[in-house]
């Protein structure tokens, strides 16, 4: 049985590890958006150096929580290869301390590291981003109030005898809130009669709060008015449903809106979906630990072969993929979300366990 003091050491390598490459994939991803941002905002009137700075910033959380599959990987590939070549797994497995035992820490430290990310970096995530979209709807929003019909989302609404589509450049503040808006009021023989371009609508009790708007109707000049109001009846939960990415929804709010979005006759997969994917996250890394276990516990005199290594990699990026795949088909509703989520990290794992008994087992 591996000792305490053995196994937090093991324990430690592969934090340590785990924070240089979070540190790295940090650097690189800013580095990366930063670069990127400038470069599609920096002829808008409303761009700054320290609004870009701060779009990076708080998008960081974000784009690193879909690294984490592949932090999990490359940490326990890089702490096993460390020990390997040390000699300290052949001092380990001498004095009668078989693979599984030597794993536990790694894998400990993998669930502990997918927890971590639940609680701390998801909300911060999730946080952040609706911030940084905040920030580059005004950058953007000084720049145009068009809408494409091919990348703003739409969402339809019928009050009395009139329907109203809108249309929006961006989505902030979880779908309550929408930047450069387009309004189009339809009769009941299906023609447009009114137009309203805002600069933002905000939903509220019954109906749309529009502010910096334009009006148009057929034969009449154009309206600017400060403030305006549409008429709705559509409910916050359905919008939410409708427009936010369930990814800007913490962890711990998921439930709640799963539960109000169904009582409105709402499927919510998307929401139930993303509750789940966090949820098997912690399992999914312990999988994607299992898995760099496989290609790099040979020993250092027989040198590390890079055929396994990249081995290694093209089975967490296969791993990944699958689960991004099934991701899909949970969102759309054609697969319950429990399963879509549960079901890549559980194969993983036996595919890891069933590969390492018939290595080290026999």
């Known amino acids: 049985m591996i000792g305490f003091t053995l196994g937090r050491y093991f324990f430690m390598r592969y934090a340590v590890i785990t924070t240089w490459i979070l540190l790295g994939m940090l650097g690189l991803i800013f580095l990366i958006d930063f670069t990127e941002f400038s470069s599609r905002t920096s002829g808008m009137p409303g761009f700054s150096f320290s609004s870009a700075l701060a779009v990076s910033a708080l ?19 890089a702490t096993l ?3 390997n070549r040390s000699y300290e797994l052949v001092i380990a497995r001498s004095a009668g301390i078989s693979a599984w035992q030597f794993l536990l820490p790694p894998c400990l430290g993998a669930f502990v590291f997918g ?8 909300p911060l995530a999730a946080h952040g981003y609706s911030y940084s979209e905040v920030i580059e709807a005004q950058v953007r929003s000084k720049n145009s109030n068009k809408v494409s019909a091919f990348s703003a989302p739409w969402i339809r609404q019928k009050t009395g005898d009139t329907d109203t589509i809108i249309g929006a450049r961006a989505i902030l503040n979880r779908g309550m809130e929408l930047a450069d808006t387009a309004f189009f009021s339809l009769d009941s023989d299906g023609e447009i009669v009114e137009r309203r371009d805002a600069r933002r609508a905000v939903l509220r009790d019954g109906y749309w709060e529009l502010t910096d708007v334009r009006r148009f109707k ?12 549409v008429p709705t009846n559509l409910k916050p ?46 399992a999914l890394l312990v999988a994607m630990t299992l898995i760099a276990a496989t290609v790099s516990m040979r020993f250092a005199r027989l040198g590390q072969s890079a055929t396994m290594i990249l081995g ?29 989520a549960w079901l890549p990290a559980v194969v993983a794992m036996f595919f890891g366990v069933t590969f390492l008994l018939y290595k080290e087992d026999g």
Do not use: C, W
Not at 59 to 77: D, E, H, K, N
Not at 240 to 267: D, H, W, Y
């Open 59 to 77: 998008r960081i959380p974000m784009i690193l929580l879909q690294t984490v599959p592949f932090v999990a990987l490359f940490s326990a590939m």
């Open 115 to 122: 927890v971590l990310v639940i609680l701390l970096l998801n």
């Open 81 to 83: 290869v460390s020990l």
């Open 237 to 282: 939960e359905f919008v939410q449903e409708r427009l936010a990415r369930p990814e800007t929804i913490p962890f711990f709010e998921l439930p709640s809106k799963i539960e109000v979005a169904r009582s409105f006759g709402l499927r919510a997969s998307a929401f139930a979906m993303q509750f789940h994917s966090l949820a098997a996250l912690p």
């Open 312 to 340: 290694g990699i093209v089975a967490g990026f296969l791993l990944y993929v699958v689960s991004v795949l099934v991701k899909a088909f949970g969102n759309a509703g054609i697969v319950p979300a429990y399963i879509a």
């Open 218 to 229: 057929d034969g009449e000049k154009v309206e600017a008015i400060a403030e305006d109001r």
